[in-house]
Each structure stands twice: as C-alpha cells, then as structure tokens.
C-alpha cells in the first residue's frame, strides 16, 4: 500500500505542476514574468521526472532495488536541473524586483551554483553504484544549501514586497529542512526518504504562489 501511495503521489505532483508550467506558459502572452516562472516551472519538473518516473515503475513493480542504476542517473539529473532552476528563481526575482546582477552576494550565489552543477559530475559520486558514498552527497550539497541559503535571504528580506509572494522564504527553508535529512540519513533509515513528500509540496506551494503573482497581464 506504502508503495502505491508513493506512486500515486509522484504521478499526481509531476501532472499538477507540469499543469500549471504549460499554463502559464500557454497564457503568458505578453507577460514576460508569466512565461519566465512557466519556463522555471516545467524545468523543475522535467528534472524531477527523470528521478521520479523510474521511482513510480520501482514502486508499482516492487522492483526499487534493482533499478538503483536508473534512480542514480535520475538523480544526477534531478540534481542538475534542481540547481538550474534556483538560478531560474533568482533570476526572476532580480528583474522583477530591478536589482544588480553582479552584486557580491549574486557573484557568490553563482559561483555556489556551478561548484554545486561541476561537484554533480564528479565520477566520484558514483551515481549509478547501489551504495553510492554518503561523503559525496554531503559535498555537492554544501554548495547547494548556499545557494538556497541565498534565496530564502532575498524572499526573505522582500516578504513584504509582493502579498503572493510573502511566504516564498518559509516554502524554499522547509523545503530543504526535509531534504537534508534524506540526504544524510536515508541510506540507512530508509523511512526518513518519506520527508520528500512534504518537501515536494513545499516546491508546489512555491509554484502556486508564482502561478497567482504573474497572473494578470
């Protein structure tokens, strides 16, 4: 049953959000920030659907510990694009909100971002093994929290700037709340991996509030 509800909320979070992505870009019309935050949207989706469309076969054949070469690349993948579209994020909010792109704290952001994408790639990390090593995970992840770290500043400092977009901090600091104990402890409590599902509607709540902030013209 654990498995099938598994599979049941993968399927349902990939059709939703990708929903709202393809909308926002279908009516975005002359609304640069609309077809922006679709664009973002179906990134984070389509990265997210090489992990999670192979989790959803694994759930539903019980076949999770034989697919562990397609979970790795899945989530190498996912990793990827995962950096991409925080980098998309910060991208929309500094046109939105006019600011500097080569501020110190934007030069730093960046620069945690590649290390963080370049770290991805390292052979070392041995995506496609069945146990790959934790000390990888821990060090492409540094750069990562950075770079979250980064953006739940800046919505931060403007919560109040936009209504639509008042909690967009509290969203991206649950998301990874969730995310990094997974990270470090599900290799060994594999039920701490059920922390993904609030992270996940943590990501739609977030794609929610862009949905409403860029829907008039």
């Not at 598994?6 to 002359?30: H, N, Q, S």
């Not at 510990?65 to 910060?90: C, D, K, N, P, R």
């Not at 290390?115 to 390292?122: D, E, S």
Request: aromatic share 18%; glycine share 6%.
């Amino acid at each position: 049953m654990g498995n099938i509800m598994e599979a049941v909320f993968c399927i349902l979070y990939l059709v939703f959000t990708g929903f709202l992505g393809i909308a926002m870009l279908v009516t975005a019309k002359g609304n640069f920030d609309r077809r922006f935050f679709g664009l973002l949207t179906v990134v984070l989706v389509a990265g997210d659907a090489f992990h999670l469309v192979p989790r959803i076969y694994g759930a539903l054949t019980n076949t999770m510990a034989e697919i562990y070469a397609a979970l790795g690349f899945g989530t190498l993948v996912t990793s990827v694009t995962m950096t991409i579209f925080y980098v998309m994020v910060w991208e929309f909010w500094r046109k939105r909100r006019n600011y500097s792109k080569i501020s110190p704290v934007a030069i730093v952001f960046y620069v945690a971002a590649v290390v963080r994408i370049a770290l991805c790639f390292f052979p070392q990390n041995a995506w496609l093994t069945e146990n790959p090593p934790l000390a990888w995970a821990i060090y492409r992840n540094i750069p990562f929290v950075l770079v979250g770290a980064i953006v739940v500043w800046r919505f931060w400092v403007d919560r109040k700037a936009e209504p639509h977009f008042k909690w967009a901090w509290l969203a991206i600091t649950l998301s990874f709340a969730f995310y990094l104990p997974v990270v470090l402890f599900a290799s060994e409590i594999p039920i701490v991996g059920m922390l993904m599902i609030p992270k996940t509607v943590c990501y739609v709540w977030f794609i929610l509030m862009g949905y409403k902030a860029t829907k008039k013209v």
